[in-house]
């Protein structure tokens, strides 16, 4: 495992993407909330590309406290992201599928030295 | 002896043979330099002509002894023979980051006065609706409402400025489409059919 530069911290906007090839890894870069976050490219349910998808806040029921349902609503918080093939959902900080967490996408570590960008794999 | 048998017995003139320890000393050093081709074609060319110098043949034996120098012709040789010893160990290739694709981020929404102000409102309407104030904002207001954002919208449509009439922050039920679908269908005195045609003549 070794550090491999990916690009610079400065030219990649808040809620962009890069889909990169290492070795014969294909991985995703996101950077969301000014974190960045890098899963394997190669969604759990049937290979699909599953950083290329939609980026979508959670869908959370809120409830009175008597327990009845206020409706659905988007989180301010959380942010998903969503494999185009058949929508399997990937929550942004663990890569951890929504309905079974057990399910994770392979997660990269990003470490950022200054203004560059890298990927451990 | 004649020439082609010294050539033969490796028996070289003027020089004493050289002692046995020496002999096995110089063994790897002979392993080497069978592989190295150059320098023993050299030797054996000359040697086979007969026309060796004893200065060249001692030149050779020494190198014979030392083995193929360093940065030599006939290392470089040895260098690029695949297989070699002396090949340089392969280095672990550092694996190459390749960008396939960079997908960018959602365009960034700028608000005008108006568009805060009726984000407000919009805010204010579900609170309404979290709470169960339904009443709170009256009928007479919520026509005026529907009837311009009716108007707006599909003014913005015919110049040419497309957009998807609910965003995708948005969670309305189908079954609230509907009823507002159909609610402004009867407003209008249009039938679906009527709907439906107009879909098939047009682009809407
Ligand atoms: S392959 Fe990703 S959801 Fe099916």
Redesign the pocket.
């Known amino acids: 495992m070794a550090e491999q530069f990916v690009g610079k911290a400065s030219e990649f906007k808040d809620g962009e993407r890069q889909i990169i090839r290492i070795g014969e890894a294909e991985i995703g870069v996101f950077r969301h909330a000014g974190e960045f976050y890098a899963y394997s490219n190669f969604?759990?349910?049937?290979?699909?590309?599953?950083c290329e998808g939609l980026t979508i806040a959670r869908v959370e029921e809120r409830l009175r406290p008597d327990k009845t349902s206020m409706g659905l609503f988007f989180s301010e918080k959380d942010m998903n992201f969503v494999?185009?093939?058949?929508?399997?959902e990937y929550d942004m900080k663990t890569g951890a599928h929504i309905s079974d967490p057990r399910l994770k996408l392979r997660k990269y570590d990003v470490v950022q030295k200054g203004d560059e960008v890298y990927v451990v794999a | 002896m004649s020439s082609p048998e010294r050539a033969k017995s490796g028996a070289k003139p003027g020089l004493k043979p050289a002692p046995k320890a020496a002999k096995a000393k110089a063994a790897p050093a002979k392993a080497v330099a069978k592989s190295a081709p150059a320098p023993a074609r050299a030797a054996k060319a000359a040697g086979g002509a007969g026309r060796t110098a004893p200065a060249d043949k001692a030149a050779f034996l020494k190198a014979m002894a030392k083995g193929v120098a360093p940065n030599s012709a006939a290392s470089r040789k040895l260098v690029e023979k695949k297989g070699s010893p002396f090949a340089p160990a392969p280095a672990a290739q550092a694996p190459r980051v390749e960008v396939l694709r960079r997908i960018p981020a959602p365009p960034v929404v700028v608000n005008t006065p108006e568009s805060d102000a009726a984000l407000q409102l919009a805010a204010a309407i579900e609170r309404m609706l979290e709470t169960g104030d339904m009443g709170k904002l009256q009928p007479h207001a919520q026509q005026a409402l529907v009837a311009s954002l009716c108007k707006l919208y599909a003014a913005n449509q015919e110049a040419g400025e497309r957009y998807a009439i609910l965003g995708g922050r948005t969670l309305v039920a189908a079954t609230d489409v509907m009823v507002v679908c159909g609610a402004l269908l009867k407003a209008v005195d249009l039938q679906v059919f009527e709907l439906g045609m107009w879909q098939s003549w047009s682009a809407g």
């Open positions: 969604c759990l349910h049937q290979g699909g590309p599953a494999c185009p093939w058949h929508g399997y």
